[in-house]
């Protein structure tokens, strides 16, 4: 018992220092869409409460968990319980959000918190590289992961081809230019926190117009005289509205009922 006594602890507590404030921010808001994302019609698989707050845990610590293991350190989201208290806390939330009527409300509150989180988790994962320090590909790589790696783990759970390999709007693309900003202007002697918020506008800025524009990362060309068929996938953001059914189904915003008849979420 003495020994027990000695080791388990309840502190570790942080909340600044050391960029903690935005990786929590970012781990917060990542939670929150693991677990809107865990409802969506394209991948809830059944899930129960306690699936879907796993969904939020993943979503909200698996990129930051991946990020520091890479490097060779206890993930912080070990060492500090206000990782896992504020997404579980947001997990909640989500859940209570994700079971209530609106389903294209709760479309536009993910894309929103995804574009918010997005650069915060690859400033972290760029000053991370600096500090270990890793070269810059290095640093890039820590600034793609944290951000994306979370998603990753969504989606191969809920048996969805993982979002960073598939068409869709500018992602993975976003996670990198904001982390090479970040470096830029470090190394150009404004300052940490400078770096960080110039940064993130820009992620921030290129996010929000990839959405509202329906820009995408280009397909491959196909093989002379190999017919490439649109697959359907309508634009995201403000074109959403007033699409028909057939194109909110292939966006996931349509459920089957018992009679195969398609019928949207906000019906």
Request: proline share 5%.
């Amino acid at each position: 018992m003495s020994v027990l006594a000695n080791t388990v602890t309840f502190g570790g507590w942080k909340f600044y220092g050391q960029f903690t404030t935005v990786d929590l921010i970012a781990a917060t808001t990542n939670a929150l869409n693991g677990a809107l994302l865990a409802r969506r019609p394209d991948h809830y698989r059944n899930f129960t409460v306690v699936g879907i707050l796993l969904m939020a845990l993943l979503g909200g610590l698996g990129g930051g968990i991946t990020r520091d293991i890479l490097v060779g350190e206890v993930p912080a989201a070990l060492t500090n319980p206000a990782y896992i208290t504020l997404a579980l806390a947001a997990g909640v939330v989500g859940y209570l959000i994700a079971y209530s009527s609106g389903q294209l409300f709760r479309e536009g509150l993910f894309q929103f918190m995804t574009s918010f989180s997005l650069p915060w988790y690859a400033i972290v994962g760029a000053q991370k590289g600096v500090d270990v320090p890793l070269p810059v590909l290095g640093a890039l790589f820590l600034a793609v992961v944290g951000p994306t790696a979370g998603r990753y783990y969504i989606d191969v759970t809920s048996g969805v081809t993982p979002k960073q390999f598939i068409r869709g709007e500018w992602f993975v693309a976003v996670a990198l230019l904001t982390g090479a900003v970040w470096i830029l202007v470090y190394w150009a002697g404004l300052g940490t926190w400078a770096a960080a918020g110039i940064a993130f506008v820009v992620g921030y800025t290129v996010r929000v117009a990839a959405l509202y524009r329906g820009w995408e990362e280009p397909l491959p060309k196909e093989p002379a005289g190999v017919h490439a068929h649109d697959d359907g996938r309508p634009l995201l953001g403000r074109k959403l509205k007033g699409k028909s059914r057939r194109e909110l189904h292939d966006l996931g915003l349509v459920v089957d009922t018992a009679d195969n008849n398609p019928v949207t979420a906000t019906d």
